[in-house]
């Protein structure tokens, strides 16, 4: 081959070679740059969810503060029962009854499920019917999240009830341990306890339940209403 044409021939493969590297590099750095975007995209969103979070925390925080030292006594045809809450624990919980009780909610209401020896359940707003079979199946519109936290359910705590879905979150159905069942630990929302009044919760433990409506009192245990204080 003519030297000429050869040299040309060398440098056309060249050309090629360095045409198809660049061309390499050009979709290399393209995909890098997508990479870096979507990684930028990435930063901005867990950024954002981790604000949102820490602005939720500063809402619950307060909320929390404002509820330190709040008791509650509920008044019942069989005594009173004075409790102190755990907002620093369940400060959802805590604002959601303490509001309820401030709103007259639980007002003519029943402890409307009693079993001695584990615990005396009411808060049901059906309760203030005749119909007694609806007692247990009431409550709010809305649920609240549940706050699950390590208090032993122990003599005299405070718990929220709730159905067996817990996804379904809890609603305004409460309970006082009478009993210990540690298999309510972190399953159920404690969120006070009783502070003076355990000889009333242990007298409504052990009251006459009806023969036709398993664990309901014989006689209503009524609510009268529950006055909260500091």
Do not use: W
């Not at 006594?73 to 369940?90: C, K, Q, S, W, Y």
């Not at 379904?168 to 009993?179: P, V």
Request: charged share 25%; net charge negative; aromatic share 6%.
């Amino acid at each position: 081959m003519n030297p000429v044409n050869l040299l040309a021939a060398i440098l056309l493969i060249a050309l090629a070679s360095i045409t198809l590297i660049s061309c390499g590099n050009s979709e290399e750095l393209e995909r890098l740059q997508r990479s870096k975007t979507e990684l930028s995209d990435e930063k901005r969103e867990l950024e954002q969810k981790i604000e949102d979070l820490m602005t939720t925390r500063k809402r619950i925080d307060f909320l929390a503060g404002q509820m330190d030292g709040i008791k509650a006594t509920i008044v019942t045809n069989h005594g009173d029962i004075e409790l102190a809450f755990h907002p620093d624990r369940a400060p959802i919980h805590t604002f959601n009854f303490v509001t309820r009780a401030e709103s007259g909610f639980y007002d003519g209401t029943k402890f409307h499920r009693v079993i001695p020896g584990f615990m005396i359940q009411g808060g049901d707003p059906n309760s203030r019917e005749d119909d007694r079979r609806l007692y247990g199946q009431g409550g709010p519109v809305v649920a609240i999240p549940h706050e699950f936290n390590d208090t032993r359910h122990e003599p005299g705590i405070l718990s929220m009830a709730r159905v067996s879905d817990k996804s379904r979150g809890a609603g305004s159905q409460f309970f006082i341990m009478h009993g210990a069942n540690p298999g309510l630990d972190n399953e159920y929302t404690a969120f006070g306890e009783v502070t003076s009044g355990m000889d009333v919760v242990d007298a409504i433990a052990n009251v006459q339940t009806s023969s036709q409506y398993r664990d309901q009192p014989e006689e209503h245990v009524v609510i009268e209403r529950v006055e909260v204080f500091r």
